[in-house]
């Protein structure tokens, strides 16, 4: 999202945070998926990282408990924010040990993005005498009770972007300028209002129509507003389907196994099954399907999602014959039944 739609509401955040303030404060951003709560907090973390003795953003708490369990979690934390690569956390209850007596003498910034459970929070920043003086949690969340449950000090809602706002982010991922001319002027304001100021959809949307004529733009119009309620996931289903047959596997292959995984390492494997990476991830990054955060991929939880279901629907009733699998009971299923 870059800063459109950000820059007016940074100072509001930092008001939240209170940097100047000798209080642990935690500070929650809560909104829906695609309101770009993860952009937002990224944005706010590089502005202040450089005020506390160490910082560590936390990427995607639901998907990486899932996968690893919170104790790896508890483990990356206290790695990054005490600088020690070789500690290891062996189960839960021995990391909240660890992050209370190790970390109660720093002043630290630490982010949990994408937090959707209680437990999350109780395990990784459980209590504010935890963590020293002056020390900043920040929460992103798609579910407000989470926060108010565990009593963060301030929640900030992520709202979406004003028309003004959104015409600008969409005239520059489409247009490549802060307003649309004249001949695109209509089209804009009709995409605009489609998206209903949802900086994903925006951004997704304005980067497929970049470079493309003004009976394209009609005609992506047009399949939109065909399909009624699934809005959202048209917009998103219309970049995938635009793509080149080879940058299809490589976006499958990163949402169904590599997001956030270091770019180095994603190509190295990519590479191994002949998907020429290198400019399947320039045209990727290039359409805002996926994003680079820290030599790391990232994609958005709603793309995420979208390439899974896609994935599924190649054989929704036998998940051997699908062409992946990354759910540990259709691995299980397909190994002990040895079906394809």
Same mark, same amino acid.
Request: glycine share 6%; charged share 30%; net charge neutral.
């Given at each position: 999202?870059?800063?459109?739609?950000?820059?007016?509401?940074?100072?509001?955040?930092?008001?939240?945070?209170?940097?100047?303030?000798?209080?642990?404060?935690?500070?929650?951003?809560?909104?829906?998926?695609?309101?770009?709560?993860?952009?937002?907090?990224?944005?706010?973390?590089?502005?202040?990282?450089?005020?506390?003795?160490?910082?560590?953003?936390?990427?995607?708490?639901?998907?990486?408990?899932?996968?690893?369990?919170?104790?790896?979690?508890?483990?990356?934390?206290?790695?990054?924010?005490?600088?020690?690569?070789?500690?290891?956390?062996?189960?839960?209850?021995?990391?909240?040990?660890?992050?209370?007596?190790?970390?109660?003498?720093? %002043?630290? $910034?630490? #982010? =949990?993005?994408? !937090? +959707? @459970?209680?437990?999350?929070?109780?395990? &990784?920043?459980? *209590?504010?005498?935890?963590?020293?003086?002056?020390?900043?949690?920040?929460?992103?969340?798609?579910? %407000?009770? $989470?926060? #108010? =449950?565990?009593? !963060? +000090? @301030?929640?900030?809602?992520?709202?979406? &972007?004003?028309? *003004?706002?959104?015409?600008?982010?969409?005239?520059?991922?489409?247009?490549?300028?802060?307003?649309?001319?004249?001949?695109?002027?209509?089209?804009?304001?009709?995409?605009?209002?489609?998206?209903?100021? &949802?900086?994903?959809?925006?951004?997704?949307?304005?980067?497929?129509?970049?470079?493309?004529?003004?009976?394209?733009?009609?005609?992506?119009?047009?399949?939109?507003?065909?399909?009624?309620?699934?809005?959202?996931?048209?917009?998103?289903?219309?970049?995938?389907?635009?793509?080149?047959?080879?940058?299809?596997?490589?976006?499958?292959?990163?949402?169904?196994?590599?997001?956030?995984?270091?770019?180095?390492?994603?190509?190295?494997?990519?590479?191994?099954?002949?998907?020429?990476?290198?400019?399947?991830?320039?045209?990727?990054?290039?359409?805002?399907?996926?994003?680079?955060?820290?030599?790391?991929?990232?994609?958005?939880?709603?793309?995420?999602?979208?390439?899974?279901?896609?994935?599924?629907?190649?054989?929704?009733?036998?998940?051997?014959?699908?062409?992946?699998?990354?759910?540990?009971?259709?691995?299980?299923?397909?190994?002990?039944?040895?079906?394809?």
């Amino acid at each position: 999202m870059g800063l459109i739609g950000i820059e007016s509401r940074v100072e509001k955040l930092k008001s939240c945070l209170a940097i100047e303030s000798n209080d642990v404060r935690i500070i929650g951003i809560w909104g829906t998926g695609g309101m770009g709560k993860t952009t937002f907090a990224r944005v706010v973390y590089g502005m202040v990282y450089n005020k506390f003795d160490a910082c560590c953003f936390i990427a995607d708490v639901r998907e990486e408990s899932g996968k690893r369990g919170l104790h790896k979690i508890q483990q990356k934390l206290l790695n990054e924010l005490l600088n020690e690569r070789d500690l290891k956390v062996q189960d839960v209850d021995k990391g909240v040990l660890m992050i209370k007596n190790r970390l109660c003498n720093k %002043k630290i $910034l630490h #982010v =949990l993005d994408d !937090v +959707n @459970e209680l437990e999350q929070l109780k395990k &990784l920043a459980g *209590e504010h005498c935890w963590f020293s003086s002056g020390s900043r949690v920040i929460i992103t969340t798609r579910d %407000k009770h $989470l926060l #108010v =449950l565990h009593k !963060v +000090n @301030e929640i900030y809602e992520a709202e979406v &972007l004003n028309h *003004e706002e959104a015409l600008q982010l969409f005239s520059l991922k489409a247009l490549k300028m802060d307003h649309p001319p004249e001949d695109y002027g209509k089209l804009s304001q009709a995409f605009v209002d489609y998206s209903k100021g &949802l900086p994903l959809a925006l951004e997704v949307l304005g980067s497929f129509l970049f470079k493309k004529s003004i009976d394209e733009w009609k005609s992506g119009l047009d399949r939109l507003t065909e399909f009624g309620e699934r809005k959202i996931l048209n917009v998103l289903r219309i970049s995938f389907d635009d793509l080149q047959e080879i940058v299809k596997k490589i976006f499958l292959n990163i949402a169904c196994f590599f997001n956030q995984m270091d770019r180095d390492n994603v190509i190295e494997i990519l590479d191994s099954l002949e998907l020429s990476p290198r400019i399947g991830l320039r045209d990727l990054i290039d359409k805002s399907l996926v994003k680079l955060h820290w030599n790391r991929l990232w994609m958005h939880d709603l793309l995420r999602d979208m390439g899974r279901d896609i994935v599924l629907q190649e054989c929704p009733e036998h998940p051997g014959k699908r062409s992946k699998l990354w759910l540990y009971k259709d691995i299980d299923n397909v190994l002990i039944t040895n079906t394809v």
